[in-house]
């Protein structure tokens, strides 16, 4: 079946400007996550979503940064006003959420967006 | 505050000698620890995990890892390299019991001549 799919695949903006970014999970899957990864700072959790709970939003690195999912399923993640900094590879990833103590269900990645500000 | 530490950033071997891939972690309860792969220009696959059962883990393409707690190690090891094991390898942590958050190490890039 169909992955994690993520638009679009290359994003290249200038400072100061707003992007959107995409994420189709796994159908099915409850549980979605955002992931940043840049160069040589590896990858940092960003925001968590599961069903209908308050999203876990611990790891947005500023009030820049937001994340929605509407109806359960795709979800956005936008970047405002941004700075060169944040140019890396936005990674999505969704899984299965264990009902079971102790449980665990494997995040399945999307290809990622790589984002360019300049 | 659960955090991993990958030892080596780049790892150099040839073609059908052994891997190892060093890891070591840091958690305040019993950890979850995986290793996902990165192909160049292809998505994060999970290799193998470890939740608290056998604490020799197997994984895909003939990778294996071992939970040493007295160490609070999870190296990732295999027996004879092909030139496909070329990839950026991380050693994860989750950070929470109950999954829902992974912390990666910085990543370690096998390189495999022939």
């Known amino acids: 079946g169909a992955g994690v799919s993520q638009s679009p695949s290359n994003k290249v903006t200038e400072k100061g400007k707003d992007v959107e970014l995409r994420c189709d999970p796994i159908s099915g899957h409850t549980a979605l996550y955002w992931y940043r990864q840049s160069l040589g700072q590896g990858l940092e959790f960003l925001i968590y979503?599961?069903?209908?709970?308050?999203?876990?939003k611990s790891g947005l690195p500023s009030d820049r940064f937001s994340a929605e999912r509407t109806g359960g399923s795709v979800s956005t993640l936008t970047i405002q006003r941004t700075q060169q900094e944040d140019s890396a590879v936005y990674l999505c990833?969704?899984?299965?959420?264990?009902?079971?103590?102790?449980?665990?269900?494997?995040?399945?990645f999307g290809p990622g967006t790589r984002l360019t500000v300049l | 505050a659960q955090s991993v530490t990958q030892l080596d950033s780049h790892v150099s071997v040839s073609e059908g000698t052994p891997v190892l891939l060093r890891c070591n972690y840091s958690s305040s309860y019993s950890p979850s620890l995986f290793w996902y792969v990165q192909h160049p220009n292809k998505g994060l696959q999970l290799l193998l995990k470890?939740?608290?059962?056998?604490?020799l883990v197997k994984g895909i393409n003939g990778f294996e890892a071992e939970f040493k707690k007295s160490e609070t190690s999870f190296h990732l090891t295999k027996p004879s390299a092909h030139m496909s094991d070329a990839a950026e390898y991380f050693c994860?942590?989750?950070?929470?019991?109950?999954?829902?958050?992974?912390?990666f190490g910085k990543g370690t890039t096998l390189s495999v001549s022939s």
């Open positions: 990833a969704s899984s299965l959420v264990s009902l079971l103590a102790g449980g665990y269900n494997e995040q399945f």
């Open positions: 470890y939740t608290s059962a056998a604490t």
């Open positions: 994860v942590v989750s950070a929470n019991q109950a999954g829902t958050a992974l912390i």
């Open positions: 979503f599961q069903g209908n709970s308050a999203p876990d």
